[in-house]
């Protein structure tokens, strides 16, 4: 079973383009984290969002976690060749294990110049 | 130190060989992973390491098999793999729930080829 549902899976836009990548479920969550992961590499944290309505900018990343705790969003706004690669949600369950997070697909996000 | 440092980058084994997977933190990490990941798709948890006592382990098969020597360390070891085995074995770190956790830090992963 998927928890957490990621969209979109593709995305492909030019440089200077806004996007927003959407992470739902039907689970409470007491945690979320966003990643990213360049091809060859980790996952690198870019985000943990806790409480539910919080809202968390990292430079032209926009992170909103939704007031029941149940899905997110990551908005890019003038996307950059630099910001190529795959984001990747991922929730700690409420009253789940301590240490498992259910990670979503990914969205795998190509910036042509 | 906020990094995982995983050893080696690139491993090619054969299916009888046995070989084994290194990861590394120094950020008083009491909580360590295992992950696998295949080509475009999220990282697969396999085993969780809480206080250097395995906690989790996602009904993997026994050719994998985890260490944890000392609350830095953490080893993954090998033994009679299959072709299917291979991916990106990643190693990743975290605070407890307890002493507040924020996230997992991911190493840069083994990039295993079984032949």
């Known amino acids: 079973t998927q928890l957490l549902e990621q969209s979109p899976q593709f995305l492909s836009i030019q440089e200077g383009e806004n996007l927003t990548v959407y992470c739902n479920s039907s689970?409470?969550?007491?945690?979320l984290q966003w990643y990213r992961q360049e091809p060859g590499e980790g996952p690198v944290l870019l985000v943990t969002?806790?409480?539910?309505?919080e809202v968390k900018k990292l430079k032209r990343l926009t992170f909103q976690f939704g007031d029941a705790r149940k899905d997110s969003s990551l908005h890019i706004t003038a996307a950059q060749p630099g910001d190529t690669g795959l984001y990747l949600c991922?929730?700690?369950?409420?009253?789940?294990?301590?240490?498992?997070?259910?990670f979503g697909k990914g969205t795998l996000l190509t910036v042509n110049p | 130190d906020t990094e995982v440092t995983q050893t080696p980058k690139h491993l090619v084994m054969g299916m009888t060989n046995k070989k084994s997977l290194k990861c590394e933190q120094h950020?008083?990490?009491?909580?360590m992973y295992w992950y696998k990941q295949k080509a475009k798709k999220p990282p697969e948890l396999m085993f969780v390491?809480?206080?250097?006592?395995?906690?989790i382990n996602e009904s993997v098969p026994s050719r994998f098999s985890p260490e944890c020597p000392n609350s830095s360390l953490l080893n993954l070891h090998l033994h009679a793999l299959q072709p299917e085995d291979s991916a990106l074995y990643l190693c990743?770190?975290?605070?407890?729930?307890?002493?507040?956790?924020?996230?997992?830090?991911f190493g840069s992963g083994t990039r295993l080829t079984v032949v």
């Open positions: 950020m008083g990490h009491r909580a």
């Open positions: 991922a929730g700690e369950v409420s009253g789940g294990s301590n240490y498992k997070l259910t």
């Open positions: 689970s409470v969550f007491s945690s």
């Open positions: 990743a770190s975290s605070q407890t729930r307890a002493e507040g956790f924020g996230g997992y830090t």
């Open positions: 390491y809480s206080y250097e006592k395995l906690s």
């Open positions: 969002v806790v409480t539910g309505g």
